[in-house]
Each structure stands twice: as C-alpha cells, then as structure tokens.
C-alpha cells in the first residue's frame, strides 16, 4: 500500500498538491463570507431593495395619475402570469386599467417624444414610457406640464391585453415601481 501511494505521488503529486492548495483557499473563502456581517448580497436582492440603496424616497404627491382607472397588474421583479396568452413573463411595468378613448395625462413635467406606436414622458430624473396611447397630434418633441393632455387609450397593448394602458417607469435607465410616486387614494 505505501509503495503505491509512493508511485501515485511521485507520478501526479504536483497534481495533488494543486488541488490541495485549491481546497484551502475555497475553504478559507468560505469561511470569511460566512464569519462576514449576514447582508444579503446584490445577487439576492430584489430590484426594488438594491435602488432602495440609491433611489431617496419620492414626496408623496410627485407624479399625477395619468388616468383614473385602477392598476390591474402591478410592476414586478418576478415573472407574472398572463392568462390571456398562458404564459410568464417579466413584468417591469404598471397596467392600467381604460377605456378605448379615455383621456390619458401627463404624470409629471417633461418632454413628449414619440418612438412609433410608443410615446415617451422625459425629464432630467425620469423618464415614463406610455404604451396603448393615441398621441394628440404633433406631440412629438413638446414641452408639457403635469396634468396636459397626452392623447387618448387605443384599449389594447399588445401582448399585454385589452382596455390596458402599460406604463413603464424609467430612472437612471432602470426600470422601477411607479406606484409609490403617486399619491395614495383618498377615501371618501
């Protein structure tokens, strides 16, 4: 049995010693991650807590409901199910819920640009992608306050449904929440 482990060293014990070395730095790396404050690490956070980080809170009243309608699918980080094709998919947007040609309004203060069927709310901090829109006319490059006309609900996005309006909430390129930029309901 020693002449054996003997040959086996002799022939590959560079080998050995390289795997070794290998499982002590893999053993020590652990051992330091573990002995390490319990932070959850970027790849476990979810988008909306890594922005936390970086994003301040938004004031309360910062941006307008851009229509009255209630939201009917939430922004997501997780795959959400879409029953009217069975299937998941990711979701980084709020879908609202319209009528074919129901008014549709600025959320907040910004330039209008127009990219097809698709039309976009910019501003130095955000930047707001309206999809289901009927543009007024000539909108395309507009200076608009919060609460101007933006034109009107086609009542359909496609993959997305019927009587939808799906807005899409940019910040530093990122899509996030839009949800918590809007004021709370008032109950009556």
């Not at 229509?67 to 979701?91: L, Q």
């Not at 879908?95 to 040609?101: L, R």
């Not at 101007?148 to 086609?154: I, P, R, S």
């Not at 993959?159 to 809007?182: A, H, K, M, R, W």
Request: glycine share 6%; with cysteine; net charge positive.
């Amino acid at each position: 049995m020693r002449a054996k482990l003997k040959t086996l060293f002799q022939s590959s014990g560079h080998y050995l010693l390289a795997l070794l070395f290998a499982a002590v730095i893999l053993l020590s790396a652990l051992w330091t991650r573990n002995t390490q404050s319990p932070a959850t690490s970027p790849a476990q956070m979810n988008q909306s807590q890594r922005l936390s980080d970086i994003t301040p809170s938004p004031a309360p009243e910062l941006f307008q409901r851009p229509v009255g309608g209630p939201c009917i699918r939430a922004f997501s980080d997780d795959p959400v199910y879409f029953p009217e094709y069975k299937r998941y998919a990711f979701h980084p947007s709020a879908d609202f819920s319209v009528t074919e040609g129901e008014k549709i309004y600025a959320a907040f203060d910004g330039t209008v640009r127009q990219d097809g069927d698709t039309l976009y709310l910019e501003n130095d901090a955000f930047s707001l992608r309206y999809r289901g829109i009927t543009p007024e006319k000539s909108s395309d490059g507009k200076q608009v306050r919060k609460g101007a006309l933006l034109g009107t609900a086609t009542g359909f996005v496609p993959y997305e449904g019927q009587n939808i309006l799906c807005l899409t909430l940019y910040q530093n390129s990122t899509p996030v929440d839009i949800s918590p930029f809007f004021a709370a309901k008032k109950e009556r």
